[in-house]
């Protein structure tokens, strides 16, 4: 049973490491966003490859669930002493990747490369591949400061600021990176991790091929909601949802997705929207999809792949 | 009594150190080589300006003499981890230094600019200027490598490998950093730091407009050799100039300098190498020279000073 997910970071992260200990490595695919990616001093920095990575190795942070354990912030403190920017807080562990990372990609290396080291030094099986491996980066207008770079409304602007807009600046230009059309053409079924859609998936949805892929195989597409009661699990996805002019809801998530998801799995706690879910022609699947430790999201994994099998 | 100096690195640093508190900062320029930068995992790093500013500010390791007190090193083990390139050891807290430069630099601040930025955080008060702000790149021919950048000589192969030339890339078309010529125009005296002549002086000294600048005042420049007793205090200057054809010693190093300085500090040890380096022309004090410990920098300082006034 071979698989491809579309995948943002900590919610992504989460259901794969759910998915891991079920679906042979050969036959997982994780399709993950850049959008977030930024450069910041001079290295290329990419959060939700990394948050996949650190997850899936058992080397995240449980307390802030990015970046490492263990995790030590000599160098922040050293660009603080200098009064530079360090609103972007980088881990000196965590530095060592961008640092490889930044390094190989000087050297002609394409992001889909490096990444495929950086996950085979941590001992990870599954493929991991960056929708592309051309520059595409999510730009959020905001309304007291227009369009800012993702991670500047995201991490310094704590996503606490109204937005008008999100765009994919070099989306048109990308293409796929090798092998993210063959996964979507050949597995079996394909997941679309409960990330944030508006700016997680989307971007995703945005590289020319993927959404004409998922339209092709719509009936194989199966969603996990990311809102539940309303609510975010964490993140912006219920307050970018509604300054766009939709409601925070899961019935708004299958209508997001409604072009490209056949399916979607919503929580226990919303089981009275299944009905106008399924009045946006998307199929839906009740269960428990809070992650919020390991024994629930290998129920959950076990329910994806039930409603898959 | 304004004093130029123009510097390397670890030898210049402690000279400098001894200055400081006899010259005030505004009297005091130090003229510092960029041909040991380099650019590694899309940071630019300035050893030389590094160095000079943690010893003054206090903060250089004192068992290595270069790099941070208290420095942690995680970000280099997890570049190990991948692989990746981590024979260039780059603390976690002077990690923070090159991200900051390397932002600014991103910004299109001069090296100048930040070099200054980043001393002043220091609590430093002299004036500290890179003697360009252009690419100038020391590279190394080696017997085994053929021409190879000056770190992968220095630190790879830790200068262990026959030498038979030296070139500075860029050194042409390099304009002196903004204040270079009026600091060497107007100091009442110029020191030469006892840095390596072959690697660490002459790329300065190569930058056009440099060398003629100090042959109009060869009378006001004065060297301490960094050969005593027929070897290097510190680094491969000895080997070097026995490799390119000259022989390690203080005479040597006043034939190399005979052209732009009128004096050289030898050591005690030395004395007897007085009537040699005069007959280069070259005028000579002799005087304990080794900085082994603050009073004894202090002492040389003294002598420097003394000689000038």
Known sequence: MSIAVLCGGVGAARLLRGLVPLVPGPELTAIVNVGDDTELHGLHISPDLDTIVYTLAGAVSVERGWGLEGETWQAMAMV???GGVDWFSLGDRDLGTHLFRTHRL???ASLQEVSAEIARAWGLTLTML?????RLRTLVTTVDEGEIPFQEYFVRRHHDVAVTAVRFEGADAARPAPGVLDALDQAERILVAPSNPVVSIDPVLAVPGITDRLRARRDDVIAVSPIVGGRALKGPADRLLVELGREAS?????EWYRDVVGTLVIDDVDADLAPAIEHHGVRCIVAPTIMSDPARTAALAQVLLSAIR
Do not use: C, E, K, S
Not at 250 to 254: E, F, G, L, S, T
């Open 80 to 82: 603080g002493h200098y």
């Open 106 to 108: 000087g050297q002609g």
């Open 130 to 134: 960056p929708v592309t491996n051309d």
């Open 250 to 254: 899961a019935v708004a998530v299958a």
